[in-house]
């Protein structure tokens, strides 16, 4: 896939979002109404860093291909090139998924 022509700033990251799930743990396929928003995905671009009282810019915790979880109503959904993206700041970032 091509890198998104999309470049955050200051302390936001865009996240592809992961797909819906489609059954649940039971095996019961569910609707499109029944989906829920998923709260994963991978980064896809980082911008520069928090800009401190100092001047400098503070270093980001995630990087370019991480997978990460994030809150339920955080960010802002966004479709660039039929992609669901959601740019969100770092701290709204809950944990990296560790493989």
């Known amino acids: 896939m091509a ?3 999309i470049r955050p700033l200051d302390d ?3 996240v592809e979002q992961a797909e819906a ?3 649940t743990a039971g095996g019961i396929v569910l609707p499109d109404a029944a989906k ?13 860093g928090k800009l401190l009282d100092s001047g400098e810019r503070g270093t980001m915790n995630v990087k370019v291909g ?3 979880f994030y809150g339920k109503y955080s960010g802002t959904n966004v479709e660039i090139e039929g992609t669901k993206y959601v740019i969100l ?9 560790t493989k």
Not at 36 to 41: F, L, V
Not at 89 to 97: F, K, S, T
Request: glycine share 6%.
């Open 3 to 5: 890198k998104p022509k």
């Open 12 to 14: 936001r990251i865009l």
């Open 21 to 23: 799930e489609e059954k």
């Open 36 to 48: 829920e928003k998923p709260q994963r995905g991978t980064v896809k671009a980082l911008g520069p």
């Open 66 to 68: 991480d997978e990460v």
């Open 89 to 97: 700041r770092e701290a709204d970032v809950l944990a990296v998924i």
